[in-house]
């Protein structure tokens, strides 16, 4: 409870930093400039809202591969809970990976293995961050070759090989076993019977792991899917340039798109990357030529889209949360007055 206690204020503290830094950003770059450009934008705003479904879909089609055949929902109900979890990571005021062990909590809901959940999302995440480090290499690649600022590729060159290294080392960890090693912790010095149990559960995991990462072909499949949906991600850039008249091509929006994805990625603790992705997107944007008003405009018409379809998410997944409550309420309520509870209520949530 202290842990959980000090990781919420950690949480909120990051959080107002970013909206101290976001609020800098508007006064510094002129706020009313900011909102009559993004209000300029108009409709544009909703076409760079359904063009965000291509990614969303890349990026369910991904997830949806890797899990186990046996045990794969369908893929309209994965694209579903891709969409629940981009909503949470987004507007949610937690790390952006409360939004991934939301799906593998709505993929166990829908009848999938505790297993086959937990690991393919654990597959997709490693995947993701994989992918995500050679996009912003592109990104930084083209953004050298675009400005000549030749003193870029030292720090490129140096972050490169850390980035790997650190997704090397979390796909090491999983095949060793890390989750059977942090039960057999828990087991070895709780006292609950409950507790012990999870020994078995994380030998599953584990198992389940390894034997997504033996589809080679798949993980390959993956990892190509991925990679196509971080380059579309870049079509909404493009979209906001149109939008905001701004006279540049698709490369600057994958320059932008990848920086700016990339510090998103580096500073996760923040919520939602609250403030940062915006200061990424102003700082890149100067080196393109940008102007800082328009650059940040940019930034929070993304932000817009994120409501556009986060909030109808967020509001999905109370609902979602809201009828399994009463589910066990009515359940709960049944029993205490020794009556049988209604079939509806019995059967598991499709």
């Known amino acids: 409870m202290k842990d959980q206690r000090t990781f919420q204020r950690a949480a909120y503290l990051l959080g107002f930093a970013g909206a101290a830094l976001l609020t800098l950003l508007l006064i510094q770059q002129g706020a009313e400039d900011v909102i009559r450009a993004i209000a300029a934008a108009g409709w544009w705003l909703a076409a760079i809202a ?4 291509i990614p969303l879909s890349l990026d369910g089609t991904a997830w949806w591969m890797l899990f186990p055949e046996r045990d794969r929902p369908q893929f309209r109900t994965v694209y579903w809970m891709r969409w629940l979890g981009e909503s949470i990571s987004n507007l949610v005021p937690v790390a952006q990976v409360g939004g991934d062990i939301i799906r593998a909590r709505l993929a166990v809901l829908r009848g999938a293995p505790v297993s086959a959940a937990t690991a393919s999302v654990l597959v997709d995440i490693t995947v993701s961050v994989f992918t995500q480090t050679f996009f912003t290499l592109l990104g930084l690649g083209l953004l050298i070759g675009a400005t000549g600022r030749t003193n870029l590729m030292v720090p490129a060159l140096a972050g490169a090989p850390i980035a790997i290294a650190a997704v090397a080392g979390f796909y090491v960890v999983q095949r060793l076993g890390m989750f059977r090693l942090c039960a057999a912790i828990i087991s070895r010095w709780a006292k609950d019977p409950n507790w012990r149990s999870l020994t078995g559960k994380g030998g599953e995991i584990d198992q389940t792991l390894r034997n997504i990462y033996a589809r080679r ?8 899917c991925t990679m196509i949906s971080w380059i579309s991600g870049a079509g909404e850039v493009w979209i906001g340039f149109q939008a905001l008249g701004i006279p540049a091509g698709f490369e600057k929006a994958i320059i932008l798109e990848s920086v700016g994805q990339g510090v998103r990625s580096a500073l996760f603790l923040v919520p939602g990357a609250l403030g940062v992705h915006e200061g990424g997107y102003v700082v890149v944007g100067a080196l393109l030529g940008i102007p800082g008003e328009s650059a940040l405009a940019l930034a929070l018409i993304r932000r817009v889209r994120e409501l556009i379809l986060g909030v109808p998410g967020l509001i999905a997944w109370q609902l979602v949360e809201g009828h399994r409550a009463w589910r066990k309420t009515s359940v709960r ?18």
């Open 50 to 53: 359904a063009f965000h479904l």
């Open 217 to 224: 072909h798949v993980v390959a499949a993956c990892c190509l």
């Open 333 to 350: 309520s049944a029993q205490e007055f020794g009556e049988s509870p209604p079939a509806k209520l019995g059967t598991k949530l499709r």
